[in-house]
Nanobody, 125 residues
């Protein structure tokens, strides 16, 4: 599976952005993949943000974004979205979507083999 994240940009604190992750698949249906979002701020390690199971029935969020971010997917369009509301300056990072080869739902980046190129989100105070 190939992934491409988009939708990043500059927004003021308290604002909203919606990130999109477009998937291109071969040999396996997109609806069988877990898709996760991770982010990496300058000088920091990559951290988990949110993940959704293949059907959307199991969703996990990082404590830092729960209640402000919403992950969703449209399997008919091979798309996953991350709606980000009430953004804070500490949300500034490059955001990546990723998928594991295994059929599992995980918060750990080491379980994800496929990564998109990332999209930069900058939240100004």
């Amino acid at each position: 599976v190939q992934l491409q994240a988009s939708g990043g940009g500059l927004v003021q604190a308290g604002g909203s952005l919606r990130l999109s992750c477009a998937a291109s698949v071969s040999g396996r249906d997109f609806s069988t993949y877990t898709i996760g979002w991770f982010r990496q701020a300058l000088g920091n390690e990559r951290e988990f943000v949110a993940t959704t199971s293949k059907s959307g029935g199991t969703i996990y969020y990082a404590d830092s974004v729960r209640g402000r971010f919403t992950i969703s997917r449209d399997n008919a369009k091979n798309m996953v979205y991350l709606q980000m509301d009430s953004l804070k300056p500490e949300d500034t990072a490059v955001y990546y979507c990723a998928a594991p080869e295994a059929r599992l739902v995980s918060k750990f980046s080491r379980h994800y083999e496929y990564w998109g190129q990332g999209t930069l989100v900058t939240v100004s105070s």
